[in-house]
C-alpha cells in the first residue's frame, strides 16, 4: 500500500494492511489480549514493514505516564557520562523503559530548564547526575511522583535516591597514598570548581588529609574550556616554571593529567621518580599512553547499571525493599606514575 508521506500511520492503515480490525491490531501491539499467533505475525510483520510507530502518546494519557527514563548529565564531550549511559542502557534495553538524555553544561539555570521540558512528557523515572541543584528544580523533582535517582555523588542528601561515590573520600585516599610514597611539595591543577561540585568536593577532601599530616598545596591551577589534553600540558608547564621544587602533581582528571604526563616525559624528567602523577576516573582511553598514569576509578558504568535498576525495580513494584543510598567505592590504580612503599 502507499501513503501521504507528510501523513504518520495510524492503525487503521495497519488494519487496512492485513484486514484485522484496529482492536486486534491495537492489542497486538501492545502486548495485550488473546489474539492468534498467526494473527499476531500477520500484524507485525505488516507494522514492520509500513514503519508504523504505535502512538505513545495516546496510552501516556490514560496512564498519564510514557516508558522514558529521562536521564540528564552535564556532558557528553566528558568521556566519563557516555560510560554511565552505557550502563544505564545495558539495564533498560531489557525493559520496556527507554533512556532520553539532557545536557546541562554544568549550568544549574540550564539543568533547570531541561529537567522542566523532560518531566512536562510525564516520563517513568528520572537519574541525574549530582546531588546540587537549584531550589525550582529540587522542588520539580519532590513534586514529580516518580522515581528519581541522583547519581555520581554521594556526599550530601538526595531527593530520593543516590548512586555513586563519595569524593570527598576519594580525594582522602588519593592524598593518603601520595603522602605513603614519600611525596610532600604538591600542586594541583583542575577545572574550575564552582560549578563543578564533585571535583570540588575531591579538591576538599584531598588537601583535609594533607592538611592532617601537616602538608599544604603549594601551587594550583584552575582551567574552564578548550582541550583538556592540551590545557594540561600548558598548565604543568607554568606551574613548574613557577614552583620548580614540586614533586607531586595531582590533577582533578585524566585528560588534563595525561597531558601533563606527555609534557614531563617530553621534557625528559624522570616520573615517578623527581615527580609523580596521578589523576582520577580511569579513562581507558589512556592506557596507550607510553606509561600508565596514577588514578581512580570513578565505577561510571556500575553506577549507571545501579540508578537504571533502581528505577525499573520501583516501577515493577512501588513497594518492594530498595536499596536507596548506594555508596560504591573505587580503587587506586598506581600505573606508572605513583611510587609504592
Request: aromatic content about 4%; charged content about 25%.
Amino acid at each position: 500500500m502507499t501513503t501521504d508521506n507528510k501523513r504518520p500511520l495510524t492503525l487503521r492503515d495497519v488494519s487496512e494492511a492485513t484486514g484485522v480490525s484496529e482492536m486486534t491490531v491495537s492489542r497486538v501491539l501492545r502486548n495485550r489480549g488473546d489474539v492468534s499467533e498467526k494473527t499476531r505475525t500477520k500484524v507485525l510483520t505488516a507494522a514492520k514493514e509500513l514503519g508504523y510507530v504505535p502512538n505513545k502518546i495516546a496510552g501516556a494519557l490514560a496512564s498519564k505516564r510514557v516508558n522514558l527514563v529521562a536521564v540528564i548529565i552535564p556532558s557528553l564531550s566528558n568521556m566519563v557520562f557516555p560510560e554511565v549511559l552505557t550502563g544505564v542502557n545495558k539495564v533498560l534495553e531489557n525493559t520496556e523503559l527507554q533512556p532520553v538524555v539532557g545536557v546541562t553544561d554544568y549550568q544549574p539555570e540550564k539543568e533547570e530548564k531541561v529537567l522542566y521540558e523532560m518531566l512536562s512528557w510525564r516520563p517513568s523515572g528520572v537519574i541525574i547526575a549530582g546531588l546540587e541543584h537549584t531550589e525550582a528544580a529540587r522542588a520539580m523533582l519532590n513534586a514529580s511522583g516518580i522515581p528519581v535517582v541522583e547519581i555520581m555523588d554521594t556526599d550530601g542528601k538526595p531527593v530520593d535516591a543516590m548512586v555513586g561515590i563519595s569524593h570527598r573520600r576519594a580525594g582522602s585516599e588519593m592524598a593518603k597514598a601520595i603522602l605513603k610514597a614519600g611525596y610532600r611539595h604538591i600542586g594541583f591543577m583542575g577545572t574550575k570548581m564552582p560549578l563543578d561540585h564533585r571535583a570540588r568536593k575531591r579538591f576538599e577532601g584531598f588537601t583535609e588529609a594533607l592538611a592532617k599530616e601537616g602538608v599544604e598545596i603549594e601551587d594550583r591551577a584552575f582551567y574552564s574550556g578548550g582541550s583538556a589534553l592540551a590545557k594540561g600540558r600548558e598548565m604543568t608547564a607554568e606551574m613548574l616554571e613557577r614552583s620548580p621544587d614540586l614533586d607531586f602533581l595531582y590533577y582533578s582528571n585524566d585528560m588534563i593529567g595525561a597531558g601533563g604526563l606527555l609534557y614531563l616525559l617530553e621534557q625528559g624528567i624522570d616520573v615517578p621518580g623527581q615527580i609523580g602523577l596521578a589523576g582520577f576516573n580511569g579513562v581507558e582511553l589512556l592506557q596507550g599512553l607510553p606509561r600508565k598514569l596514577a588514578t581512580m576509578d570513578a565505577c561510571r558504568q556500575e553506577i549507571g547499571r545501579k540508578a537504571a535498576e533502581i528505577i525499573a525495580a520501583q516501577l515493577e513494584d512501588p513497594d518492594a525493599e530498595i536499596e536507596r543510598h548506594v555508596t560504591l567505592t573505587p580503587t587506586i590504580a598506581y600505573g606508572d606514575t605513583l611510587k609504592r612503599r
